[in-house]
C-alpha cells in the first residue's frame, strides 16, 4: 500500500512536543442515527505533536477528526480545544474552526474562485485582514507549497497534487495551530502523492500540530510522534511509530499492519 | 518474439491537418455531406427553404405601409398576396404605449418620454449588474445621456440648459474613455474606476425613480419609500451587534413596515410643502401595450429572483417553522394555476381589503406576478444548491465562514452558476405569462390587438398584429436567451 518513499529523511530537530495541551478529548462518543460510531475516545493531543491514525475504512478514523471542527456533533463528553468547548454554541465553534485547519480527501476548492482568491477569501472575511496584506500571506504560502506562478489560475485548471497543495495553503493562510487532515492523499496519483507528502513534511518540520488520517505508512514513520490505530469505532492502539511498526500489541493491529505492509 | 523490443530514437514533429478537413471544404463536409443520405437531405432542406422562403418574402415585403384601412390594402395589393402593414404603421404607438397620454386629446401633453426614458435608464442600471466588460466611466456617461434626453423631452429653456449642462458633463466624465490610445485608455479606465462613483449606485436608486417616471405624482413618495429601505438597513447595522442578528432583522423590517405605514404620508406632504416637484399623475388604466408587458415582466423578473433565493435557503433550513413556511408557500402557488392568482388580484382582493382602500390594478398584479415567478425560481434555485458537492459546504465551514458568509460567497455564486439555464427560463416564461393579463381586463399587447381588430377600418387583419406582437416578443426571450449563454460561458472556470 505505502509505495511512495520520500527522498529526504525528516529533519526532526524542530519537531519538539511542548506539555501545552492543544485538543483534550475526554469519553468522547457519537452516533449516526442508532449505529455507535466512536466509542468513549479519550486523546490528548500536545502541542507540536505529529499523530497519524490509521485504521480499515469505517473504523471512524475520519469522524473522529472530523469532530475535532465539529463538521460532526458528538454526543457525549468533551472535546476541548486550545481551551475552547465544543459546545452547540455557534460562536465557539467558530472560533475554533478558525484556529484549526482541515485539508480534505477531495481538497474541496472552490471552483468558481482563482486560486488567490481561495487562499483570501477565510482571511479577509473571517479575520477581517486588509485585502493587500491578506495577498502577501497567501502568496508567501504559495511559494511555501511551490506554486505561486499558478496563483491567477482557477482550481479546474491545476492537478490534482497542485489542488491538494493549493487547499493546505488556503488552510495555512488562515495561520492555525492544529491541522487537521482527512486522507490527503487517498484520491491522487502516485506521483502526485509525493509531492503533498513532502508539503506535509515540510510543515511538520516546522512545529505544527498535526492530526493525519492516512494510508501512508512511510509518513508515518517519517514524521509521526504517535500512530493510532482504529478498529470499530474505538482506538485500539497507540504507540510511537518505531514500536507501532515493529512491535504490535493487539491481534486487530497484527493483521492490519500484515495486509497494508 | 524478440520483434517486440523497440525504442524510439527521435520524436515526430507536429504536422499540418489535410486540406479536406480544415477550413470551408472541412467544415461542409464534415456538416453538411457527410455521407449520402446527409447529402440528399441537405438538398432538400435547401429546397424546402427555398420554397418557404419565396411565399414568406412577398408577403412580408408589400408596399402596404401608408394604407389606411383593410381595403386599401387591399386596392394596392390588387389581388396579390401580401401584408396589410399599414395597420402597424397606424397603431404602433398604441401597441407600445396602450392610452398614455401622447398629447393628441386637447388639453393634453405628449408624456411618452417618461416610459422612453425609463426603458433608457432600465439599461443603465442593469448593463453593471449584467456585464463586466463596460468601464464605470461609459456607465456614467450613458447615464447622463440617457438623463439629458428627459430634459429635451420636459423641454422649455431650463430643460434646454439641462440637456446642455448634462451633454458637457457627459464629455467631461468621458473624452478620456474616448481616447485613440489604447494603452492611454486602459489606465484610464483603471484609474478612472477608483475616482467614480460606483454604477451600482444608480442600479440600486432605479427601481425607485420608474415608479415616480411612469405613474408621476410628488417625487417625495417614492423618496420616502427608498428611505424606508435606507432606515431598515440603517437600524440592522447599528442594532444587529447590540440584539444579535436575527433579533435586529426583525427590529429592522419593523421599523421600515411603521415608516411606510404610518410616516410616509405625513413626510411626502412635509416635503412638498418646502420643495414641491412632481410630474403629472396618469392612473393605470391608461398603461397598456408593451410598455405594460415590459414593467410587469421586469419587476416580476428583479423581485423574484431575490425572493426565490430566500425562499430556497428557507425550504433547506434545519428551523421548523422557516422551512414549513417555505416550502408552504411554493407548494401553494406552484399548485395554483397564474390565471386564478390574476382573477384573486382583480376581483377578490378588493372584497378583502377595508372598503375604500384604492389599491392600484397593475400593483396588484405586479404582486401576484412577482409571488408565482419566486415559487417557480425557489425551485430553480433550489436545484441548484442540490448540484454542489457537499464538500464545499464543509470547506466554507471548516475556514470558520458562518452561515450568511458562506451561503454569500460559495455557495450562492456556485448553485446560482448551475441554475442559469433554468433560471433564465423562468424569466422567459414569466415574461410570455404577462399576456395573461389581457384576461383580466389589461391592455396588453394581444388585449390590445383585440380592440384593433375591433376597429371596422382593420376588421380581418390577423396575421400582421400577432406576426408583430410574436416578433417583439421574440426579440425580447431571445435577448435573454443569448444573454444567458454569453453569462455561462463568461464564469466558466474550467471545472464540472
Redesign the interface.
Known amino acids: 500500500m505505502s509505495s511512495i518513499t520520500l527522498d529526504h529523511h525528516a529533519d526532526r530537530s524542530a519537531m519538539k512536543v511542548s506539555d501545552q495541551v492543544a485538543i483534550d478529548i475526554r469519553g468522547m462518543n457519537k452516533w449516526y442515527g442508532a449505529f455507535h460510531v466512536l466509542r468513549d475516545i479519550d486523546l490528548t493531543v500536545y502541542e507540536g505533536e505529529r499523530i497519524v491514525i490509521a485504521g480499515p475504512s469505517g473504523s471512524g478514523k475520519s469522524t473522529l477528526i472530523r469532530c475535532i471542527n465539529r463538521l460532526e456533533e458528538h454526543q457525549e463528553g468533551q472535546i476541548i480545544v486550545d481551551g475552547t468547548e465544543l459546545t452547540s454554541d455557534l460562536k465557539n465553534v467558530d472560533k475554533v474552526r478558525s484556529e484549526v485547519g482541515m485539508v480534505f480527501q477531495h481538497f474541496n476548492l472552490f471552483p468558481h474562485l482563482t486560486i488567490l482568491e481561495n487562499c483570501t477569501l477565510a482571511p479577509i472575511w473571517v479575520r477581517k485582514t486588509p485585502r493587500k496584506e491578506a495577498e502577501e500571506v497567501a502568496m508567501h504560502f504559495l511559494e511555501k507549497v511551490k506554486i505561486p506562478e499558478q496563483a491567477h489560475k482557477y482550481p479546474g485548471m491545476l492537478s490534482g497534487g497542485q489542488q491538494q497543495r493549493v487547499a493546505i495553503a488556503r488552510s495555512l493562510c488562515m495561520m492555525p495551530r492544529i491541522m487537521l487532515f482527512d486522507e490527503p492523499t487517498s484520491a491522487l496519483d502516485p506521483e502526485m502523492i509525493k509531492e503533498v507528502l513532502e508539503t506535509m513534511v515540510s510543515l511538520a518540520e516546522e512545529g505544527m500540530t498535526m492530526l493525519c488520517v492516512t494510508h501512508e505508512m512511510g509518513f508515518a514513520k517519517e514524521v509521526a510522534n504517535r500512530v493510532i490505530f482504529m478498529d470499530q469505532g474505538q482506538i485500539v492502539e497507540q504507540n510511537e511509530p518505531e514500536e507501532f511498526f515493529n512491535n504490535p500489541q493487539s491481534e486487530r493491529t497484527k493483521l492490519f499492519l500484515s495486509q497494508i505492509l | 518474439m524478440s520483434d517486440m523490443s523497440y525504442v524510439r530514437s527521435d520524436m515526430l514533429p507536429e504536422r499540418t491537418p489535410p486540406a479536406s478537413s480544415v477550413g470551408f471544404v472541412g467544415w461542409a463536409r464534415a456538416n453538411l455531406f457527410n455521407g449520402v443520405v446527409n447529402s440528399i437531405l441537405t438538398i432538400v432542406s435547401l429546397v424546402l427553404i427555398f420554397f418557404v422562403l419565396a411565399a414568406l418574402l412577398p408577403w412580408l415585403f408589400s408596399p402596404t405601409w401608408n394604407s389606411g384601412s383593410l381595403n386599401e390594402c387591399r386596392e394596392i395589393l390588387n389581388g396579390h398576396e401580401g401584408a396589410c402593414w399599414g395597420v402597424i404603421h397606424e397603431r404602433w404607438q398604441q401597441l407600445l404605449y396602450g392610452f398614455y397620454p401622447n398629447g393628441s386629446e386637447a388639453g393634453t401633453v405628449d408624456q411618452r418620454w417618461r416610459p422612453n426614458l425609463a426603458f433608457l435608464l432600465l439599461f443603465v442600471a442593469v448593463i453593471p449588474v449584467l456585464f463586466n466588460m463596460i468601464s464605470r466611466r461609459m456607465n456614467w456617461v450613458l447615464l447622463l445621456v440617457a438623463l439629458s434626453y428627459g430634459a429635451y423631452a420636459v423641454g422649455g429653456t431650463l430643460g434646454m440648459i439641462t440637456v446642455v449642462v448634462l451633454l458637457a458633463a457627459a464629455v467631461i466624465v468621458g473624452y478620456k474613455a474616448f481616447s485613440t490610445d489604447k494603452a492611454a485608455r486602459a489606465a484610464e479606465i483603471e484609474a478612472g474606476a477608483k475616482r467614480l462613483p460606483n454604477p451600482l449606485i444608480f442600479s440600486a436608486i432605479f427601481p425607485f425613480v420608474v415608479p415616480f417616471l411612469l405613474w408621476g405624482g410628488s417625487i417625495w413618495v417614492f423618496v420616502g419609500a427608498a428611505l424606508g429601505f435606507v432606515l431598515a438597513g440603517l437600524a440592522y447595522r447599528y442594532l444587529s451587534a447590540a440584539v444579535g442578528s436575527l433579533a435586529g432583522m426583525i427590529i429592522s423590517v419593523l421599523v421600515a413596515i411603521v415608516w411606510w405605514l404610518f410616516l410616509i404620508g405625513p413626510f411626502a406632504s412635509a416635503m412638498d410643502a418646502i420643495l414641491p416637484i412632481a410630474l403629472e399623475q396618469i392612473e393605470s388604466r391608461k398603461f397598456g401595450g408593451f410598455m405594460l408587458s415590459i414593467t410587469i415582466g421586469v419587476v416580476a423578473i428583479g423581485i423574484s429572483l431575490p425572493i426565490g433565493i430566500v425562499l430556497a435557503l428557507g425550504r433547506q433550513s434545519d428551523l421548523l417553522i422557516v422551512k414549513a413556511l417555505s416550502v408552504g408557500f411554493i407548494e401553494f402557488i406552484r399548485g395554483v394555476p397564474l390565471i386564478t392568482l390574476l382573477f384573486v388580484a382583480s376581483t377578490l382582493l378588493n372584497i378583502f381589503l377595508p372598503p375604500g382602500t384604492n389599491f392600484d390594478i397593475i400593483l396588484r398584479v405586479l404582486i401576484m406576478v412577482t409571488l408565482f415567478a419566486s415559487a417557480y425560481m425557489a425551485e430553480v434555485v433550489r436545484g441548484g444548491l442540490a448540484a454542489l458537492?457537499k464538500?464545499?459546504y464543509?470547506?466554507a465551514?471548516?475556514?470558520?465562514?458562518?452561515y450568511w458568509?458562506a451561503q454569500r460567497?460559495?455557495i450562492m455564486?456556485?448553485a446560482l452558476?448551475i441554475s442559469i439555464p433554468g433560471i433564465v427560463s423562468t424569466f422567459i416564461g414569466v415574461f410570455k405569462d404577462t399576456v395573461l393579463v389581457s384576461i383580466i381586463g389589461l391592455l396588453d399587447p394581444l388585449g390590445l390587438s383585440n380592440a384593433i381588430r375591433a376597429d371596422q377600418a382593420w376588421n380581418g387583419v390577423v396575421w400582421e398584429l400577432y406576426g408583430f406582437i410574436a416578433f417583439m416578443f421574440f426579440v425580447f426571450c431571445f435577448s435573454m436567451s443569448r444573454y444567458s449563454m454569453y453569462l455561462e460561458r463568461r464564469?466558466r472556470?474550467?471545472?464540472?
Open positions: 458537492p464538500g464545499q464543509e470547506a465551514d471548516a475556514l470558520g465562514l458562518d458568509k460567497l460559495i455564486p456556485q452558476k464564469l472556470t474550467g471545472h464540472k
